[in-house]
Each structure stands twice: as structure tokens, then as C-alpha cells.
């Protein structure tokens, strides 16, 4: 099997030993390909970022013989022709970044202990600057910058963790490097001062917020942001507390929910971070965008180029991204459990396009049924019924669907906003995705079989990793309720809510969790054993 590196210099190993890659315009190719692992990287796209915008009258030929070169190193079938170009198809451990995604998806579901460890494991699979030699390369740019953000970011978690644990003194000297190299960097800072003040060094961590504020204001203009003013606030109140991290639910609260779970009382809503594919759809159609929201984004490519290019390229990039992840894999568990306690099947929510539910279903053998909305054509507005046979019908008369679609004996999975359709077809891949879509959403109360919209009214919702910028599901919210509360006691889960968030769900009595969704369904899958 051959092994990739990207978080350092190119590399390609089989058994142990470097395979030999060729000059810098193939090196370049493969590079390329590997970003964009599991996707179809275009001819065009590849053309004008190795020849700089300006390819010469052989340069289709000659990126024809790098894949040719490349095939006969790394094998025939690691580069498949797929059009409109190339990809690279790995397994899971061939290549360094897809190890590190797994081993952080583990680790955020993980308690401190065991999520340090799984953080230090990650970590150590950087071996530099992530495709150093190709950092001045217009096609890297980008991607080099991000991922040299995601490493800073799972340093913090790292030092998150081992504050969690009582490991001060062990992070402070690596603290303080960081903070010199990364000076406006807050989370860092405030980490830093903390780890000097449980390490019995208050004046040092003082000294560290004055010298960081005293940077803030001469650089920036800006006065330090509240996590660092509540740290130091605390520091100077000899308070015990954490940075940037909320506090745990007591054990009641996952006894609470697991039980509504186990008597089939919940709908479980699960998020879907739009921004990446906002912005690779920016990046791959020119549109100028400081922050990256996928409406906008997509509107302006439907404008300019019409909706075809964008559904083309919304499902290659779709495509790729159904990997499940430990929210995924802890959901499809759930019918099993469900079953033995002869209580009634799950109905699943996501504004999710990809297919991460529908593949862990799969990975444990669990029958499903999926209900998807549709976005174009001449039922623009209706839901489409898909049976665990693949046999598809639209949803004309949703008072009437009934004996259709069986909610209490097999799971349902319910896609808001479309998703892709794996088939040669693609005759129900749907995706709400523009501004306009969004205005004329359907009305989800009417459309929906009166058996679904009758469980979304009477459960508890759960819902995991949403934002405000879900426009969907702020649609759906006010559709079947309105202004007023949730009739059935519910929960929002997502990492760091802001104050607009908190007050949104406040006034609906939607109970907020500061908490990674990974981790909370870890301890949510811990209450529900226990219950068993």
C-alpha cells in the first residue's frame, strides 16, 4: 500500500521506502490531486495552476504524461480519469491529513486523558510546513495557510486538554513560544496565564495580559476581547476556572436525554458547517467574498454561470464528504437499541447534502428510509419519498402519505435541503443552496407527510452542531411553531454559541450546551448504556 505525506514535504512510501515523484510540475499535479483527495480535480483547473494561467500549446500532452509517470511510480489505480479530470482515490490511512482527521474526531469525543493523547498522537504526524515547497504556488497558497491553522488550532485544544488534567507547568514553556511567535493570538495568551497561574506564577500571568492588551491597542486599536478580560479578572479573584471551554453537563442531564431517547421521544437534528464548501465554491468560480456563506456564495454562481455549473460542482464536492464521523456512527447505533426496547424507530434531521448519515446506517446494516426536499423542477417545494429499495415518489398529497412511509419500524432520514443522488442519473440529487431558494422555501408544515410532521411537533429535539446561519432550519422553526417556545423541552448543542445564539434559543426554552457535539453523544452514548 502506498502511503502520502502532505503535512511537511510531498512524500510517497510504499513499505517503508520513498518512491521517487519526478520534477516540479508533476510533484505540483500530485499535490493537487492530494488536496482534493476523494474529489475530481478538473483538466482546466489543473492546467492553469501548473502553467501559471498561461499553458502552452503541449501542456495538455505533457500533463498527460505526468499522470502516465505518476500511474507507473504509485500504481495504476491510484489516479483515476474521472471527468472533467483527475482524482486520487485513498483508503482512510493512506494519507497524513485523513489520520489526523480521524484521530481529532476521536479525540474531541474522548475524555481530557485520553483526548491529550490522541492530540499528541495527531500532532506528531507533522513533519514541517505542510507542502513547503509549493507555498509560493497560487494553488497551495490557500491550502497551506488553512492547514497551518488547523495545526495551530489542535495545539490549543492539546493545551485546552492538558490544562483540563493538571498539566500546567508541562505546557507553559510551550505556551510561551507560541504566544512569542503568534502575539495577537488570544486563546493562546489566555491559556498562557492560566497555566502560569496554576503553576503559582500570578505575577507573570498579569504581566502576560498587560503586555498582550498593551500589543492589542498600539497594533489593532483594540481593546482585549472578553475571554482574556475574564481571565484576568479571575486571576486577580483567585478563582478556579477553565479558557474558552463550557462546563460539562452535570450527569443528569445525559440521563434526561438518553432516556427520551430510549422511549423514542426525540428527533435528533444534526448540523452541517457550510463555510469549507462555501468556500471551495468561491475559490473555484472567482467570486469575491469576505465571509464565506454558502447562500451568498452559490447565489452569485447561479447569476453568473448559471445553475447547471453550480449543481455539477456542488455534487463532486459534495461527493466527497460523506465520510461518517462519531456523530454519524453514534446515530446509527441508535435503531439497534432502539429495537430491543421494542420502541419506535428514529427520525434523523440534517440540512446536511452529503450521504454521512445513509453511509454509517450502512456500515451496520440498518434499513432506512429518506425523505429529501426538492429544490428545482416542477415540484420545487415538495419532499420526495426514497425507499430502502431506491424506489422513489414524490410526496403530492402529504395528508394522505401514510401507509407509505413506516416512521415506528425502520429509521428516517430527513434532508431538509436535498442532497446528492449517488445514481448515474442523479434524476433526485436536489440542493437548496441559493438566496432565492431560500426565499421560496416550501412550506414544510404542508409538504411533509402528516406522520413526519406530526413527530417533529411532539418530541424533544436534539439538536447537534447548529449555527443561526442554518437558514433552513430557522424556516422550519418558525413554519411549526412560530414565535412561541418549543412545546417539548429541547437542547442545542454546539461549540462556543455567542450571545445572539444563547438568546435566540432562550426565548424558544431551547436549553444551550457549550460543548463539541463529538463529545457530548460520547457522554450521551456513556448515559445510555448505563440506562441499559
Known sequence: ?????????????????????????????????????????????????????????????????????????????????????????????????????????????????????????????????????????????????????????????????????????????????????????????????????????????????????????????????????????????????????????????????????????????????????????????????????????????????????LYDTLHTLVEGDGEPLAVHRFLARLPALLRERETAQPLLVTTGYELALERALEEVEEAYETVCYLAAGQMRGSFCHIAPTGAANVIERPNAYTDELALDERTVLLHLQGRIDRSAERAWESFAVTEDDFIHYGDVARRLPVSLAARLRRTHLLLLGYTLSTWTLRVVLDRFWGDEPLPYRSWSVHSGPQPLEREFWRRRDVEVVDMAPAAYVAELERALEKAL
Open 1 to 309: 500500500m502506498v502511503e502520502f505525506a502532505i503535512l511537511g514535504p510531498l512524500e510517497a512510501r510504499a513499505d517503508g521506502e520513498p518512491i521517487p515523484l519526478g520534477g516540479p510540475k508533476q510533484r505540483a499535479l500530485l499535490a493537487m490531486l492530494l488536496l482534493e483527495a476523494g474529489r475530481v480535480v478538473s483538466l482546466d483547473r489543473l492546467l492553469e495552476a501548473l502553467w501559471e494561467g498561461n499553458p502552452p500549446a503541449t501542456a495538455v500532452a505533457s500533463l498527460q504524461n505526468f499522470v502516465a509517470q505518476l500511474r507507473k511510480a504509485l500504481g495504476p489505480d491510484v489516479i483515476e480519469t474521472r471527468t472533467p479530470g483527475y482524482l486520487v482515490r485513498l483508503g482512510p490511512e493512506q494519507l497524513d491529513l485523513a489520520r489526523v482527521r480521524r484521530l481529532v474526531d476521536f479525540a474531541r469525543a474522548s475524555e481530557p486523558v485520553r483526548r491529550a493523547a490522541l492530540l499528541d498522537d495527531a500532532l506528531a504526524l507533522w513533519r514541517g510546513e505542510p507542502l513547503a515547497e509549493f507555498r509560493y504556488e497560487t494553488f497551495a497558497r490557500e491550502e497551506v495557510a488553512r492547514l497551518e491553522e488547523f495545526q495551530l488550532t489542535l495545539v490549543e485544544e492539546r493545551a485546552e486538554a492538558k490544562l483540563a488534567i493538571g498539566a500546567h507547568a508541562e505546557v507553559v514553556s510551550e505556551l510561551e513560544a507560541l504566544v512569542q511567535t503568534h502575539p495577537l493570538r488570544e486563546r493562546l495568551r489566555a491559556q498562557l496565564m492560566l497555566a502560569l497561574y496554576r503553576s503559582g506564577r500570578q505575577a507573570q500571568a498579569l504581566e502576560s495580559y498587560r503586555a498582550g492588551r498593551e500589543l492589542l491597542v498600539e497594533e489593532l486599536g483594540l481593546e482585549p476581547s472578553p475571554l482574556l478580560r475574564g481571565v484576568h479578572a479571575s486571576i486577580l479573584r483567585q478563582e478556579t476556572f477553565a479558557v474558552d471551554r463550557g462546563a460539562i453537563p452535570e450527569v443528569e442531564h445525559f440521563e434526561e436525554v438518553a432516556a427520551a431517547l430510549l422511549a423514542g421521544k426525540v428527533t435528533v437534528v444534526v448540523g452541517s458547517d457550510s463555510e469549507p464548501l462555501a468556500s471551495e465554491l468561491a475559490r473555484r468560480f472567482g467570486v469575491e467574498t469576505v465571509t464565506p456563506e454558502l447562500a451568498r456564495v452559490s447565489q452569485a454562481v447561479a447569476v453568473l454561470n448559471g445553475s447547471g455549473p
